[in-house]
Nanobody, 124 residues
Framework: QIHLAETGGGSVQTGGSLRLSCAGSGYRDYDYCIGWFRQTPGKKREGVAAIDRDGRLIYATSLTGRFTISQDSAKNTLFLDMKNLKPEDTAIYYC??????????????????WGQGTQVTVSS
């Protein structure tokens, strides 16, 4: 059984930084792809960053440079370091896993295990 739990959300001012964590279990037995998504009310959920078991990184093009994904394999924990945050980064951030590797065709398409989400609010 796959379990994902996000922590680290909160409120920051424009230009601030946050680190999100996702404590996971069960996914490392697979050829996994694990990553972060975000969603705001009325908008489609969007992929932020992902990493596979070989350490290959995938980022949403618009976020390159401000967000960094990493994992602590020994602790089954995924991180998302966010810097220079902007009000448009305000969203619920979700950790998610795809047990069949990161898709080359559409890296955001096949995630089917999700955490409960953590709110990030950036004020101007």
């Amino acid at each position: 059984q796959i379990h994902l739990a996000e922590t680290g959300g909160g409120s920051v001012q424009t230009g601030g930084s946050l680190r999100l964590s996702c404590a996971g279990s069960g996914y490392r037995d697979y050829d996994y792809c694990i990553g972060w998504f975000r969603q705001t009310p009325g908008k489609k959920r969007e992929g932020v960053a992902a990493i596979d078991r070989d350490g290959r990184l995938i980022y949403a093009t618009s976020l390159t440079g401000r967000f960094t994904i990493s994992q602590d394999s020994a602790k089954n924990t995924l991180f998302l370091d966010m810097k220079n945050l902007k009000p448009e980064d305000t969203a619920i951030y979700y950790c998610a896993a795809d047990l069949h590797g990161c898709s080359s065709a559409d890296p955001w398409a096949d995630f089917d295990h999700w955490g409960q989400g953590t709110q990030v609010t950036v004020s101007s």
